[in-house]
């Protein structure tokens, strides 16, 4: 269902870690191994990527989860 497979490119996942669905079909995944959050449309394809950057204490580039509350 999603391009890619498993690399660091657009769409790939390294190390995925939790995913979620919004009410609009929108797929979210968090990836610990890419340090990133994709976003996909409901049909798999790739939309965007957030970096995840972490360098202090308590703040962590490997995000291990993640939600979708009722407003998106």
Known sequence: MFEGGKGSGKGQF???TG????????????????HSIEKF?????????IKIVGNNHGHSSEPSGIAVDHVG
């Open 14 to 16: 390294e190390s995925p």
């Open 19 to 34: 995913i979620a669905v919004d009410g609009y079909g929108k797929v979210f995944n968090a990836d610990m191994g890419n």
């Open 41 to 49: 449309s409901p049909t798999g394809a790739f939309v965007s990527t």
